[in-house]
């Protein structure tokens, strides 16, 4: 039994798949995408955003340097090519340059730098002309080449901190902060509540909803099959899952989106360990201050305080490199594998990691705890429980098959056929008869229209049913309001 794995880039998920084994268990990566996590990247928000919007970010050079980490490998060699040329190259200069098996990334990178206002082809003297944009060249140059008073990779403070503190305590409280959220989700024992803001971004992303259809306040919420699925991600999908809601949420918070995004981009460019000064902050990026502080992307000694540390979690952001800090409570051998599972329902995790656990109980019953030893079984009540939740028969045996134990891979096919099955079972019981409260969308004007809103719909995790001939489509409560201001926002 063998196990692939590979690092994501931004606010892409980790993608993992076995031979053999139960070859009708979609991979982690596959329920994600189709719970629409991480079915939008940072990239895709930035394609949607008007020319206006992406010019103003280009004035920050951090925002364009950051931006260029992200573009392929074929857009940032045009820039750099193009970036210090005093005269602009005509299309088939690159072309030239460019191996014929290789012209379809050239057409790909160009179309993508289009989309984004970073070069524009111009037809000049019947020839294709590519010219790089005034205000990227200028941004992109001061990024590399250093100058001026613009500051968007942020201000070292200039004076000692009497309260320093280094990168292990910053790792430790990333973890903790992050992990009040995940225990939180999973309903641990003894867990934290974390502050509004956290909730009504954790309702919005559709991860948790009220245990009942009245209830919106800040208690009583249950995580939800989206929330399920976001626990198996990786950290770096997690966060920008969370992140791109919150960009989403910019306008309706009156917050200047440019701010947001450059406040983001200043911080995956920022030094671990080193703090800096708030004083040059606008509002829009204080109140994001405040609120990150939540997520472990930033430290602060107390609220008033006027420097900042940032985390792992925030340095990362733009970054294809793994985050090891929050794997370290499970070793790497644990993330591997450490869950047994036998012909008779009996299951060994050999875990210490009290996430893990929480997350086990969500659809084993657990029978006894040991310090690196969890025995429970699989039961009917504790699979109806986690179905009740949202959580899927797929999602389950996918976990377990991702987190199987390296002796477990010895079989074939790797969980017992008795097991699984009698897990599906179990859920078509529960869905002989399904009910579902929300609303039904219709009278679209164009397909085109019909397309974007359902799409949106499904990023979101709360499309029930869909009938693309008659342009109509069904989503769930929680997704009734997310869904009715995408609406007015784009006739606005």
């Known amino acids: 039994m063998a196990s692939q794995r590979h690092t994501p880039g931004p606010g892409q998920g980790v993608t993992s798949t076995s031979k053999g084994g139960n070859?009708?268990?979609?991979?982690i990566s596959e329920h994600s995408r189709a719970a629409g996590i991480g079915a939008e990247t940072i990239d895709d928000f930035l394609d949607r955003q008007p020319r206006s919007v992406l010019i103003r970010l280009y004035e920050k050079p951090a925002s364009c340097l950051a931006i260029f980490r992200l573009l392929p490998m074929m857009a940032r060699q045009l820039i750099m090519h193009m970036l210090f040329l005093d005269v602009p190259l005509a299309a088939d200069h690159f072309i030239a340059w460019i191996k014929k098996e290789a012209r379809k990334d050239f057409d790909a990178a160009v179309d993508k730098l289009s989309r984004l206002s970073i070069v524009q082809l111009k037809s000049t003297g019947g020839k294709q002309i590519l010219l790089l944009n005034a205000v990227f060249t200028d941004g992109m140059r001061r990024a590399l080449t250093g100058g001026g008073k613009h500051r968007s990779f942020?201000?070292?403070?200039?004076?000692e901190d009497k309260n320093a503190v280094d990168v292990a305590f910053l790792?430790?409280?990333?973890?903790?902060?992050?992990?009040t959220i995940l225990h939180y989700m999973v309903g641990s024992e003894n867990s934290s509540t974390p502050r509004e803001p956290v909730l009504y971004l954790l309702r919005r992303s559709n991860l948790m909803q009220p245990r009942s259809s009245s209830g919106s306040g800040s208690g009583g919420l249950n995580i939800t099959s989206r929330g399920f699925q976001f626990l198996l991600e990786d950290v770096n999908t997690q966060l920008w899952d969370l992140l791109l809601q919150y960009l989403d949420m910019a306008e309706e918070r009156n917050m200047d989106l440019v701010e947001v995004l450059a406040f983001l981009f200043m911080l995956g460019s920022l030094e671990l360990g080193r703090d800096y000064s708030t004083e040059e902050l606008p509002e829009t990026q204080l109140h994001m201050l405040e609120d990150f502080r939540d997520y472990g992307l930033v430290y602060q000694r107390k609220a008033s305080s006027r420097r900042f540390y940032p985390t792992r979690l925030a340095t990362t952001l733009t970054s294809s490199a793994a985050i090891p800090l929050l794997s370290s409570n499970g070793a790497e051998q644990e993330e591997r594998g450490?869950?047994?599972?036998?012909?008779?329902?009996?299951?060994?995790?050999y875990t210490s990691n009290p996430l893990r656990v929480a997350v086990l109980s969500l659809f084993v019953t657990i029978k006894a705890r040991f310090p690196n030893l969890v025995v429970g079984s699989i039961t009917r009540d504790s699979v109806k429980s986690a179905l009740a939740n949202g959580i899927t028969a797929e999602?389950?045996?996918?976990?377990?098959?991702?987190?199987a134990h390296v002796q477990m891979h010895r079989n074939d096919p790797l969980l017992p056929v008795t097991v699984s099955d009698q897990i599906r079972l179990w859920e078509r019981e529960k869905n002989r008869v399904v009910q579902n409260s929300g609303s039904l969308f219709t009278d679209f004007t164009s397909q085109f229209d019909f397309e974007e809103v359902r799409n949106y719909a499904k990023q979101l995790g709360v499309l029930v049913w869909e009938d693309e001939?008659?342009?109509?489509?069904f989503v769930d409560e929680a997704g009734n309001e997310p869904v009715r201001d995408y609406i007015r926002r784009r006739r606005a």
């Open 171 to 179: 790792d430790q409280y990333a973890r903790n902060k992050w992990e």
């Open 23 to 27: 070859s009708n268990a979609l991979s």
């Open 469 to 473: 001939s008659k342009r109509r489509f």
């Open 154 to 159: 942020g201000v070292p403070c200039d004076t």
């Open 395 to 403: 999602q389950i045996i996918t976990y377990l098959t991702h987190h």
């Open 338 to 349: 450490y869950i047994i599972l036998e012909t008779n329902y009996r299951l060994y995790a």
